[in-house]
Nanobody, 116 residues
């Protein structure tokens, strides 16, 4: 059973930083790429970042490029999202995501609120 559990969200002032974590289980983490997505109030879920199985290939949405960094620790089955220079428009529920064959799995999400 694939499980993704996000943590590390909360309230932060604009310009501040947060690090999100996603602990995974139920699949071979060390050989699987993962992603982060987010959904702001009243908006559709959008792509934030992805990372490949060994961490050597990453992709970012233009809106977070240069401010966010995705990384992983295969020994801990955990993927991270370091968020710096946060803006009020980064306020959203952040989701961890993984594809397994034809199935798309999501965590329950973690709220990040950036105050101005």
């Amino acid at each position: 059973q694939v499980t993704l559990v996000e943590s590390g969200g909360g309230l932060v002032q604009a310009g501040g930083s947060l690090r999100l974590s996603c602990r995974a289980s139920g699949f071979t983490f060390s050989s699987t790429g993962l992603g982060w997505f987010r959904q702001a109030p009243g908006k559709e879920r959008e792509f934030v970042a992805t990372i490949n199985w060994n961490g050597r290939s990453t992709n970012y949405a233009d809106s977070v490029k240069g401010r966010f960094m995705i990384s992983r620790d295969n020994a801990k089955d955990t993927v991270y999202l370091q968020m710096n220079t946060l803006k009020p428009e980064d306020t959203a529920v952040y989701y961890c995501q993984v594809d397994q064959g034809s199935m798309n799995y999501w965590g329950k999400g973690i709220l990040v609120t950036v105050s101005s």
